[in-house]
């Protein structure tokens, strides 16, 4: 059964930095594409980033410079590094499978960005 906990968001004002870990059991990070996720209110799920088993990554525009999807195998975690964060980057900020087939989520983490 996969579990997916993601953990260290919080409060960052306007150009700080925040890591992402998401501790991954059931599912083995290095074997498939994984991905970084993220709502706010009011709005759908969109893709932030994602990292290929073979560890080619792939970011939206919208982030693309400013933060990095990584894992480390040994852990079975990936991570997102965010750097430069603005007040839209504000959301809760979920890891999963690259197009999940199932409707099972992590709680997620909340980000929030004050200007």
């Known amino acids: 059964q996969v579990q997916l906990v993601e953990s260290g968001g919080g409060l960052v004002q306007a150009g700080g930095s925040l890591r992402l870990s998401c501790a991954a059991s059931g599912i083995i990070v290095s074997l498939t594409t994984m991905a970084w996720y993220r709502q706010a209110p009011g709005k759908q799920r969109e893709l932030v980033a994602t990292?290929?088993?073979?560890?080619?990554?792939n970011y939206a525009d919208f982030v693309k410079g400013r933060f990095t999807i990584s894992r480390d195998n040994a852990k079975n975690t990936v991570y997102l590094q965010m750097n430069s964060l603005k007040p839209e980057d504000t959301a809760v900020y979920y890891c999963?499978?690259?197009?999940?087939?199932?409707?099972?989520w992590g709680q997620g983490t909340q980000v929030t960005v004050s200007s």
């Open positions: 999963n499978v690259y197009r999940p087939s199932s409707n099972y």
């Open positions: 990292i290929t088993s073979s560890g080619a990554t």
